[in-house]
């Protein structure tokens, strides 16, 4: 087992209620050595919260979506590694750990996810979570569309495709950047980290977040979600057929 230093990267719009939280949890972490909040856009003290709880913070001015916050975060901690020398062939760079900013203390639980990344088992870890607190508001069309998908491109079946929390090796990273855009991103990473030739491995994890219900609101995230996941489909059939 080499000991790579882990960075964690947390994109969070609007979630001043629970950012601090989740960053003092994710601090804790055997492993991580920098937290990286994106706040995309908030209308509210995200940003000031993330700071005040020690976390390192890139601010959209304009909510540019999740992707683009993976993406400025992941630039972020290049520039870091950059500044520290690890550049070139052979430089020992991070893992990055994805976290959801509205896990609050329950990202306590996240460590399973990063020995199997720096023991050089699996590429990319996924955490699936346990039946949360209350019921989400959506009939599953977002999950099925995504699991059968992954499954069309690399017969690889998810538990739970939408997971947002990985912990990635950098090469994986790489390999899969540009990622696809929005809510698209989760099941782009999948399909292109094992198109690569890598491992992805699922791993349970005791997480409780907050879940979308069947308000207007839920039933909004849960159609742009539908699209960016069919768009990030639809790319990746183009990509198939055009090479
Ligand atoms: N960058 C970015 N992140 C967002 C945006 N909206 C939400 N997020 C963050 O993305 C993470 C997941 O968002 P949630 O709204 O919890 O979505 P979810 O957990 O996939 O949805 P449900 O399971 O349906 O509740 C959280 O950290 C949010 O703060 C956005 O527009 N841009
Ligand atoms: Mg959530």
């Not at 059968?148 to 990273?173: D, K, N, W």
């Not at 995230?221 to 090479?243: E, F, I, K, N």
Request: hydrophobic fraction near 45%; aromatic fraction near 4%.
């Amino acid at each position: 087992m080499t000991d790579t230093a882990v960075a964690a990267i947390i994109p969070a719009k609007d979630e001043a209620a629970r950012i601090a939280a989740t960053v003092d949890a994710v601090r804790r972490l055997d492993g991580i050595d920098l937290v990286v909040v994106v706040d995309d856009g908030s209308s509210d003290a995200t940003s000031e919260l993330a700071r005040a709880a020690g976390a390192l913070v890139v601010r959209h001015p304009r909510n540019r979506g999740k992707a683009a916050a993976m993406t400025s975060g992941a630039g972020y901690v290049s520039r870091i590694e950059f500044e520290e020398g690890r550049v070139g062939p052979g430089a020992e760079r991070r893992a990055l750990l994805f976290v959801d900013g509205d896990l609050e203390a329950s990202a306590a639980n996240l460590g399973v996810l990063i020995p199997p990344v720096s023991s050089g088992e699996a590429d990319m870890t996924i955490a699936t979570l346990p039946p949360q607190k209350t019921a989400g508001g959506g009939r599953g069309f977002v999950v099925r569309l995504a699991r059968a998908g992954i499954e069309e491109f690399t017969g690889f079946r998810a538990v739970q495709p939408l997971s947002g929390m990985r912990c990635i090796s950098r090469r994986a990273f790489d390999a899969a950047t540009p990622l696809a855009r929005g809510w698209g991103v989760e099941v782009g990473l999948t399909i292109d980290v094992l198109l690569s030739g890598m491992q992805v491995l699922e791993v349970p994890c005791e997480l409780h977040h907050r879940v979308s219900g069947s308000d207007w609101r839920g039933q909004l995230h849960r159609a742009r979600q539908y699209r960016d996941v069919a768009l990030a489909l639809a790319h990746r059939r183009l990509r198939r057929v055009t090479g």
